[in-house]
């Protein structure tokens, strides 16, 4: 909107005579050469969060009679209807920017916390444990300089679901088959989860330097280049989904024998199953998955930004607190290590040891 304005304002003849206010682009719409003690409308700038709801709205500025641009009394020149629909959209964001900084330091603090126990005892070390830390890890995006924290954020989010993907392997060749990956070996699972990215974040950065080389590279103009780094995670994003609907199924054959056998629970069971399992493949992502941001507008937009922002800055959260913090492994093996001079109960001896194969 600005680049054309700046154009209009290159190219487009001076007024031959008589009084009037200059053109001008004063950050937030295009103003023509208006003649002194007349107003002007114009149609509502198109990059707008809101435009879909002012698409025949204008706006208004006057041309003072000494050819000087005036505002209203409160410094604004928007119409009333447009003035409501800013500063509801400023609350908005104001909301949502709370939700996301509490999500994200919450996160960041508990993620911190629970790297520290599965690294500091021994007997935490295990291939399980080791592709929760690096779970914990990837949802950390670095913040040095403007173009490489863009760089680093969108790497930490390819990381973020291939680890999830690595999680999701696991647990499928330990419950149902051994798969490509064998889960007692660790290295393919580093090679999943932090090289993968690499092969579509690398050539994402060399279209952006070639074609879209402009700011911090966060607007996508073209939006071919963004599917570089968009269709790895929703491919990923659909293979978890029907992983985890294969380990559902499993587990609620597995509960409803168990149900045979006197065990009434087992519903119970089946939802806390899969309650611990949503946050451990990243299913969540499944609900917007095909509503993109290109393709969202009005009510149903802002709707997917409040999810998304709440679900990802608290994403670590739940993960930390299921995974470490809930984990009877872990808080037996602290208990155990409180009172070192006891001798572990059978509990504690069985929940340190890998988990047998089923």
Request: charged content about 15%.
């Amino acid at each position: 909107y600005k680049e054309d304005c700046v154009r209009m304002i290159e190219r487009e003849p001076l007024p031959q005579a008589g009084l009037f206010c200059n053109r001008t682009f004063d950050r937030y719409a295009c103003w023509p050469d208006t003649n002194a003690g007349s107003v002007v409308n114009i149609s509502c700038p198109f990059y707008l969060p809101w435009y879909d709801q002012v698409l025949q709205g204008v706006v208004r500025r006057l041309c003072g009679s000494d050819g000087l641009w005036e505002r209203d009394d409160n410094g604004s020149y928007f119409p009333k209807n447009d003035l409501s629909s800013q500063l509801w959209f400023k609350q908005l964001m104001v909301s949502f920017r709370m939700l996301y900084t509490a999500g994200y330091s919450l996160s960041l603090f508990t993620l911190v916390t629970a790297l520290i126990i599965l690294l500091s005892f021994r007997k935490l070390h295990c291939t399980r444990n080791y592709i929760h830390v690096n779970l914990f890890m990837s949802p950390h995006p670095a913040a040095i300089g403007c173009r490489v924290a863009q760089v680093m954020m969108q790497y930490c989010v390819l990381a973020n679901h291939y680890w999830f993907f690595g999680e999701a392997i696991y647990l499928y060749s330990v419950l149902i088959a051994s798969v490509f990956i064998n889960h007692n070996k660790y290295l393919p699972y580093i090679c999943l989860g932090w090289g993968t990215p690499l092969l579509f974040v690398v050539p994402w950065v060399v279209m952006k330097q070639l074609k879209e080389n402009k700011e911090c590279w966060a607007v996508n103009e073209n939006m071919n280049y963004w599917w570089i780094i968009r269709f790895p995670i929703l491919l990923v994003s659909l293979i978890n989904f029907l992983i985890f609907m294969k380990i559902l199924k499993v587990i609620l054959s597995k509960l409803r024998a168990s149900n045979q056998s006197g065990y009434p629970d087992y519903k119970l069971r089946l939802a806390k199953a899969t309650l611990t399992l949503i946050p451990l493949f990243g299913v969540h992502e499944i609900i917007f998955i095909f509503a993109t941001d290109e393709q969202t507008t009005g009510v149903l937009r802002y709707v997917k930004v409040f999810f998304t922002l709440f679900l990802n800055s608290f994403q670590g959260f739940l993960v930390a607190v299921l995974y470490c913090y809930a984990n009877k492994e872990v808080c037996c093996y602290i208990s155990y290590s409180d009172f070192i001079t006891l001798s572990p109960s059978p509990q504690c001896q069985s929940a340190t040891d890998p988990p047998p194969q089923q």
